[in-house]
């Protein structure tokens, strides 16, 4: 089905460890965000990318990694994972244009010991 | 600070009344808005939206309207059903820019 999804959707790791988020949209969308979700912060842009090979920060783009080789992936990467970065990440993507709506994957509850 | 604020954490309606989700933002730039619905264990899905140059728009039970004078902007849901029960997101963005800026979320509870 066509759509956005994303993996894990859970996964527990420990803090200096490297983790990458996956996510893949099928509707060749050009834009894709990353998103973290937290109490009392609701969803915080961690990186977004308007193309292949073009990839710009976000609000909270500390400790993040990102690359999109192919406009249908990009994976996230947390370089040395620290426990503030226990989180719901949560993928988007939109088409091109003024004004068009992101669309969100599912999400991955990410919980660093 | 924060540039979209949802005021309102929560928010408890009886089933067929009017639910009415407030959002108030600072940034004058801002020129699109949008609210998002979200279920536990789900992403949030596109609801409705407005430009700027509206102060109202309608599909179904759901209404948004904009205040650009006020900088506010609310979602009315009528009537409100069981089904409506998750927390709404409401996000801006500015002029040529594909960056949203969301709100903390209010919780909708609908009860019988």
């Known amino acids: 089905d066509a759509g956005i999804t994303q993996s894990p959707r859970y996964k527990i790791t420990e803090t200096g460890r490297q983790v990458t988020l996956m996510c893949h949209q099928t509707?060749?969308?050009?834009?894709m965000f990353w998103y973290r979700q937290d109490l009392g912060h609701g969803l915080r842009l961690i990186y977004y990318?308007?193309?292949?090979?073009?990839?710009d920060k976000g609000e909270v783009s500390d400790g993040y990694v990102v690359s999109r080789s192919k406009t249908e992936n990009f994976p996230l990467t947390l370089e040395s994972a620290t426990r503030s970065q226990t989180s719901v990440y949560f993928c988007a993507s939109s088409e091109v244009g003024s004004n068009q709506p992101q669309h969100f994957g599912d999400g991955t509850r990410l919980s660093i010991l | 600070d924060q540039q979209v604020k949802q005021n309102s954490p929560s928010l408890s309606v009886q089933e067929g009344r009017i639910s009415i989700l407030n959002c108030d933002y600072t940034?004058?730039?801002?020129?699109?808005f949008l609210w998002y619905k979200k279920y536990p264990a789900e992403g949030p899905t596109f609801l409705i939206s407005i430009s700027s140059i509206k102060d109202k728009n309608e599909d179904g039970r759901f209404t948004v309207f904009l205040n650009k004078s006020a900088k506010h902007l609310s979602l009315h849901i009528v009537p409100s059903q069981p089904g409506d029960s998750a927390v709404y997101f409401c996000a801006a963005s500015t002029f040529n820019t594909d960056k949203l800026i969301f709100g903390t979320g209010t919780r909708l509870q609908v009860f019988p």
């Open positions: 509707w060749s969308h050009s834009y």
């Open positions: 990318s308007a193309a292949a090979d073009i990839t």
């Open positions: 940034n004058s730039m801002f020129d699109y």
